[in-house]
């Protein structure tokens, strides 16, 4: 079962929560996948969405991938959920974390990520979602710091508000599986929202 553990209304009206649990349960419009460019679903969240959803997800993403090729930071793909109760997943290409050897390629690398958020809740409001519930995008088998990621995540999904005022999305949920990625992120939370 999964558990809130905060939440926060900005002053746009969304809602920003952090839950702790398994995104493949959650009841929203979309829930975000962080995938791989080529949409192959086999490690990590990915494979938790792909093997609850059923087989119609990796399906309909190799069909994607037909009509538009690999998948961009910017412009995540999208699919029906199959068996998960969300009715979207919106498949998010973030960044792999390489060690970037200077300050300008760690920024891009950042930036990378603070666009698989940003391009997610595009996605969300092109499909008329109402609520949306993404996974610490990058910091599993991708290697993002999450400490990084969990301000980059926090300030994107903000930023996204604040310049799109007529936003149909009002709630956005952090949904993260395991104790150390929670802690990270509600000590993010404290910095910024308390």
């Not at 349960?25 to 829930?31: K, L, M, Q, S, Y």
């Not at 199959?82 to 998010?92: R, T």
Request: proline content about 4%; hydrophobic content about 45%; aromatic content about 8%.
């Amino acid at each position: 079962m999964n558990n809130l553990l905060v939440e926060k209304k900005l002053s746009s009206h969304q809602m920003i929560q952090i839950i702790q649990g398994d995104i493949t349960t959650e009841v929203v419009d979309a829930i975000v996948n962080a995938a791989n460019e080529r949409l192959q679903h086999g490690g990590g969240v990915a494979w938790a969405i792909a093997q609850k959803g059923g087989a119609v997800i990796q399906r309909e993403s190799d069909a994607w991938i037909r009509q538009h090729g690999p998948v961009s930071h910017a412009r995540p793909a999208w699919t029906s959920s199959g068996n998960l109760p969300a009715k979207y997943v919106i498949h998010a290409v973030g960044p792999i974390w390489d060690h970037p050897s200077s300050e300008e390629q760690a920024r891009e690398t950042d930036n990378k990520l603070a666009f698989a958020v940003t391009g997610s809740l595009v996605v969300a409001d092109e499909l008329e979602c109402s609520s949306i519930a993404m996974p610490a995008i990058s910091t599993g088998i991708f290697g993002f710091p999450k400490d990084r990621a969990a301000s980059i995540i926090d300030f994107a999904i903000r930023n996204y508000f604040e310049m799109n005022l007529s936003s149909a999305i009002r709630v956005v949920k952090l949904v993260l599986y395991d104790q150390p990625t929670v802690d990270v992120f509600l000590r993010q939370w404290r910095t910024v929202h308390d």
